[in-house]
């Protein structure tokens, strides 16, 4: 029987390839092994006309049921179905992906007898219900808090879908956190240390590579570039090795096995075995019983054939942890730390030519690389859970966040490099008469005018009371969340009504590169700017003075209070500035003010 020792929080690296889940139990992190003694569990669901299987079972099955065996998506996750990664991607599946609502890539299998459509939430749900059983087998206890980690350039809307597939799989998720910090964490590097720390988390995995770096300063950690290769990883190398052994065996019994998917499924399961084996020995064999036509194969392969056989893919790998760098702007002698991530960052040409651009340096890998991730995930998660007392790493916003305001101005809300989460309130109003609702339009960048930076969301708030301009008290409230999730909401402080967006940025989130460009951007034009921003601050003063003048007008000429010839002239004077305006949409700022001087003079009497 489960036995209720304490609510235990876990940690999931939930992978493309593969999953880890870890725990803080005896002072220290474990690994949690499956039920195989595997610590690492394939990422993969299996529909067959009975059962549904998960992890090492659905990979047992794989060659006999590969269009219903689900895998990879992680790819799939927060995106749609136009996707130009999901319809490459879609070409590369034998299972089946097709439209669903509002545009969501669905997974059609047939379980148990019937076609079914399952969203990517739905299947890592399936996974995540794995890796807790896998925790709570271990643990003999129910097991419901957890940290999940996601890649760094996740965007809020693949982050959220991350989070619904744990709430799928019934887990309170505590927190999302990003791979490389999880990683960071690992080593121990948010420790309250005097300046910064830049680390290089290199994590090369089963199908993608991902090197990141971040900065650590007391605690607060930023993701200051990215990069990598969305198809790049140990399914590769494992390719490599599998033609490698196609034409051996071709050659030798003179036949071509070359389109038979069966025998290559188990050709590749070995030729990944070899390889794994590879990385602690020199040399290792093939063996495989009557592969093709009753023929067996059988070849030894030396590490030193194997490096040579991916020789370009580790190059490849180089050159976009020199790009990585070059985007964060710092040379090679500023990284501290190089940590090692990732299953196969585990191969040791790998390990030698990273250490040999790091020019010698000492490579992080006292924690196995497959497992840091989930390792760091772990930690956080028992330090939330008050298991350990722990300093936690805050991640900050990149870019600042605000809305446009009158002529297109931004106007901050969120200034960049604020720790999240952030709760940031700023206050608007009307710019015309009886104006009953407002637009707001959320944006993300450095630059004065909201053109210039990248739109996030935009939404209204109804219902505004008519009055006059400048009278209503609109609040904007923006939250980001622990996770870098951005809500707004405007409330009219008057009556209380309230609307409300979550941003979900469906464009690709603006990479490191692009943010950086932003911000080198918003230096050079700072000056140019501040006088675009001047001018139009200038052309909106004279708009709104002109709309106020107008209403004290009519409410003078009904009190009475005015006699009709200054009435007609202010109104003559008004009017004239007004079509002014219209044909002069660029005039200096100085134009604008003397506008604006010269019908304050004329309005005296009904200020
Ligand atoms: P993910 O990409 O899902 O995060 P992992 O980080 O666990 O997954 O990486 C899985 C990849 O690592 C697989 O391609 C696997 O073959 C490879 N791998 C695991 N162990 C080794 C090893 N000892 N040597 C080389 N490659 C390995
Ligand atoms: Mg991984």
């Known amino acids: 029987m489960a036995r209720k020792v304490k609510d235990k929080a876990i940690g999931i690296d939930l992978g493309t390839t593969y999953s880890c889940v870890g725990v803080w139990q005896h002072d220290r992190i474990e690994i949690i092994a499956n039920d195989q003694g595997n610590r690492t569990t ?63 890539p669905m997974i059609e299998v047939t379980y148990k007898g019937e076609k ?145 998917p069966k025998v290559l499924r188990r050709l590749r399961s070995e030729c990944e075995r070899a390889k794994r084996s590879l990385s602690s020995a020199v040399e290792t064999v093939i063996d495989i019983d009557s592969l093709y036509e009753g023929q067996d194969f059988h070849t030894k392969i030396r590490r030193a054939k194997f490096e040579e056989l991916n020789a370009d893919l580790f190059d490849k790998c180089m050159q976009l942890v020199k790009q990585c760098l070059q985007d964060s702007k710092l040379s090679k002698h500023q990284i501290n730390d190089i940590v090692l991530v990732g299953g196969s960052s585990r191969i040791p040409k790998v390990q030698e030519l990273l250490s040999q651009f790091f ?48 002529n297109g101005v931004m106007s901050v809300v969120v200034p960049r490099n604020t720790p999240i989460p952030t709760l940031k309130e700023k206050y608007f109003t009307t710019k015309y008469d009886n104006q009953t609702s407002v637009n707001i339009s959320i944006y993300e960048g450095e630059r004065a005018l909201v053109a210039h930076n990248n739109l996030l969301g935009e939404f ?26 951005l809500t707004v909401s405007a409330q009219d402080v008057g009556t209380g009504r309230i609307n409300r967006i979550t941003v979900t940025n469906e464009r690709e989130r ?67 500035v007004e079509e002014w305006l219209d044909e002069n949409d660029n005039a200096t700022i100085e134009k604008f003010e003397a506008k604006l001087n010269e019908l304050s003079l004329k309005c005296k009497c009904l200020t």
């Open 42 to 104: 394939p990422s993969m669901v299996a529909f067959t006309p009975d059962e549904r299987l998960v992890g090492e079972a659905a990979n047992f099955q794989i060659s006999t049921n590969p269009t219903h065996t689900v895998y990879d998506v992680k790819r799939l996750i927060g995106r749609r179905y136009n996707d130009p990664l999901v319809q490459s991607d879609k070409q590369l599946w034998p299972f089946t992906i097709i439209p669903g609502k509002n545009e969501k």
């Open 116 to 260: 079914k459509p399952f969203a990517a939430e739905e299947i890592s749900s399936m996974v995540l219900v794995k890796m807790k059983m896998i925790a709570e087998q271990y643990l003999q206890c129910g097991v419901k808090k957890a940290v999940i980690t996601v890649p760094a350039y996740f965007n809020d809307s693949q982050k959220r879908a991350t989070k619904d597939a744990g709430k799928i799989a019934g887990l309170d998720v505590m927190r999302i956190i990003n791979e490389p910090t999880a990683a960071a964490i690992t080593y121990g590097f948010d420790a309250l240390e005097e300046g910064t720390r830049n680390i290089l988390v290199f994590d090369l995995g089963g199908g993608t590579f991902d090197v990141s770096i971040v900065t650590v300063e007391r605690g607060k950690v930023e993701v200051k570039a990215v990069g990598g290769d969305m198809h790049l990883g140990g399914g590769d190398f494992d390719n490599r090795v599998l033609n490698y052994c196609v034409q051996l065996f071709n050659k030798k019994y003179k036949v071509d096995m070359g389109r038979n």
């Open 359 to 406: 020019e010698g340096k000492e490579l992080c890998k006292s924690v196995n690389p497959d497992e840091a991730v989930a390792y760091g995930a772990a930690l956080q998660a028992a330090v939330l859970n008050k298991e350990i007392i722990h300093l936690v790493l805050m991640d900050v916003t990149p870019l600042s966040l605000g809305v446009a305001v009158s």
């Open 460 to 485: 209204v708030l109804h219902g505004i009371p008519p009055a006059r301009c400048g009278v209503p008290n609109i609040r904007e409230c923006f939250l980001v969340d622990v996770e870098g999730i």
């Open 510 to 576: 603006l990479s490191k590169v692009e943010i950086d460009r932003m911000v080198a951007d918003a230096k050079i034009f700072r000056k140019e700017d501040e006088e675009m921003a001047k001018k139009h601050l200038a052309k909106n003063t004279l708009e709104c003075y002109i709309c106020n003048m107008k209403s004290r007008l009519m409410e003078a000429k009904s009190r009475g209070t005015i006699q009709t010839r200054v009435a007609d002239d202010i109104s003559g004077a008004l009017n004239m």
